[in-house]
């Protein structure tokens, strides 16, 4: 099956700083998305970018097809932000999502 | 509001009693899952289902099962629960997965403790 691997793994961050996060995948996919579990555990879908770029506010994310990798930008980091930022991609028949292990983001004062 | 509505969000049982976490989504989602999340394992699907009456195990099924009898609901029954089902779950859904445009979204998770 497909890998997806992550980097960071940790990441801390003074508040207004910017950051990227870097999800590479093994194999070409149809579709990447980013999710972020907040310190309460809840997963919100970020983006679901199988290509190009999209934004949606202070956050936006780059996916490069034919290199398997996509980038996550957080811009004027604030502590909301902290949590685990997740990518995913298909595997297969896309009947499954595979997850990376995940950056940890710590936003500080 | 759409969403995707787990119930119960905290859980403590004792090894062998049947238990049931209910899933339930709103927005007429054809696709819908469980994951069960474990630190240093990540999030592990448990089995999924393509629609009304149809689905299929994931990564990790043993020692548990679904049914999906109508659309928008999906419960994740645990026969005899055993300490290692000890867990964070999620039930996600999605319009149709390969389809454009089709994010998974999340319900707010369920732990589930089996002493």
């Known amino acids: 099956g497909i890998q997806v691997e992550q980097s960071p793994p940790d990441l801390i961050l003074q508040e207004g700083a910017n950051s990227t996060l870097r999800c590479n995948f093994s194999d070409s996919v149809n579709n990447l998305q980013w999710f972020h579990q907040n310190p309460w555990g809840q997963l919100i879908n970020l983006f679901y970018i199988p290509s190009g770029t999209k934004q949606n506010g202070r956050l936006s994310a780059t996916t490069v097809a034919t290199e398997r990798y996509s980038l996550l930008y957080i811009s004027s980091s604030q502590t909301t932000d902290s949590g685990v930022y997740f990518c995913?991609?298909?595997?297969?028949?896309?009947?499954?999502?595979?997850f990376g292990t995940g950056t940890r983001l710590q936003v500080t004062l | 509001e759409a969403q995707v509505t787990q119930n119960p969000r905290y859980l403590i049982t004792v090894t062998g009693k049947k238990l049931t976490v209910t899933c339930s989504q709103n927005m007429n989602h054809e696709y819908m899952s469980w994951y069960r999340q474990d630190p240093g394992l990540g999030l592990r699907q448990i089995y999924y289902?393509?629609?009304?009456?149809?689905?299929d195990k994931g990564d990790v099924p043993e020692g548990y099962k679904v049914s999906r009898k109508e659309k928008r609901n999906f419960p994740l029954i645990l026969e005899s629960p055993s300490p290692n089902q000890t867990s964070l779950y999620f039930c996600a859904s999605s319009l149709s997965p390969g389809t454009a445009n089709s994010p998974l979204h999340f319900g707010n998770g369920t732990r589930l403790t089996v002493t």
């Open positions: 995913a991609a298909p595997t297969g028949t896309a009947s499954k999502l595979t």
């Open positions: 289902s393509m629609n009304v009456e149809v689905t």
